[in-house]
């Protein structure tokens, strides 16, 4: 289970006509208690601290500025920062304030990343030679990976949160771009053939990685290149074609999203419009109207 905490951070003293801070804590336990953070700040200022973890996140607003083993940073959206194990830092608001999504992957999980980037064990530390460097696409991919992690949606954030590492490592790490992907039929059909016996199960990357007999990575790329889809989209399109049947036949939405695999009824209304393009209660009434005058 994912732990997740709402936090309430006083200010300053006179500080009151400033925005008060808000921060959400929480823990991705699947990733060995992977801390999370996302925050806005225009009065808490961090002391100098270290981590045993790296710290790796985007800004989303303002601007934080932090002295990072000696150096003034200034981060701002569309930049990525990177703070190694053991660096000593601080952080506090450079102008009125700043918000940004952090997160907290200790060694063996950034080397497990390096290594699916690379397709060999990865024993080093990776370095990451630039403390911020702007790049809004990258920073976008982990926004979403990090908000992703924060839902009830396991291999959603699965997928893109091992793919944002993935691509902060190539690009900024020095690591170089993934080897190119070949054919991969027979794993991304065993992985085909699993989700369709467990589409209403909580099933996460590292399981259907076993299953294929691939990195987590490598079945991200592989899956989409065999399909067109990744392993989420295609596990929720399945589940999707599982609720239709269930939705003319009178269930609740409710009932349904929970016998399918979605994490709420909210889950299963986005998943089923984007692909129907009515709501499930929408469709389920008019598939009993016509049943009803059928019928009559």
Not at 48 to 68: K, N
Request: proline content about 5%; hydrophobic content about 40%; glycine content about 10%.
């Amino acid at each position: 289970m994912e732990q997740i905490e709402a936090l309430a951070l006083s200010g300053d003293p006179g500080t009151e006509s400033r925005l008060a801070d808000e921060a959400q804590y929480w823990r991705a336990e699947r990733y060995d208690g992977l801390e999370c953070l996302a925050a806005r700040f225009s009065n808490h200022r961090y002391t100098p601290h270290t981590h045993d973890t790296y710290v790796v996140g985007a800004i989303l607003s303002g601007c934080e500025t932090y002295m990072l083993n000696g150096v003034r940073c200034y981060a701002r959206p569309g930049d990525v920062c990177f703070v190694h194990p053991g660096d000593v830092h601080d952080g506090e608001p450079h102008g009125d304030s700043y918000a940004y999504r952090m997160s907290y992957p200790d060694v063996g999980l950034i080397q497990d990343v390096a290594s699916e980037l690379t397709d060999r064990r990865v024993r080093e530390i990776p370095h990451f030679p630039a403390q911020v460097v702007h790049d809004p696409g990258t920073a976008r991919g982990f926004i979403a990976a990090h908000c992703a992690l924060g839902s009830g949606d396991t291999l959603a954030g699965d997928e893109r949160f091992v793919a944002a590492l993935a691509v902060m490592l190539s690009r900024h790490a020095r690591l170089g771009a993934p080897k190119p992907v070949g054919r991969e039929g027979g794993p991304v059909g065993r992985v085909r053939d699993f989700i369709d016996g467990h589409y209403g199960d909580d099933i996460d990357l590292k399981r259907l990685a076993g299953v294929a007999g691939l990195s987590r990575f490598h079945l991200i790329r592989a899956f989409r290149k065999e399909t067109g889809m990744t392993p989420h989209a295609w596990l929720t399109d399945r589940r999707v074609r599982a609720a239709r049947p269930l939705l003319m036949a009178g269930k609740s939405p409710g009932a349904v999203a929970a016998q399918c695999g979605f994490a709420d009824q909210s889950h299963l209304t986005r998943a089923f419009k984007a692909r129907v393009g009515v709501t499930p209660g929408r469709f389920r009434r008019a598939s009993l109207e016509a049943a009803t005058r059928h019928a009559a």
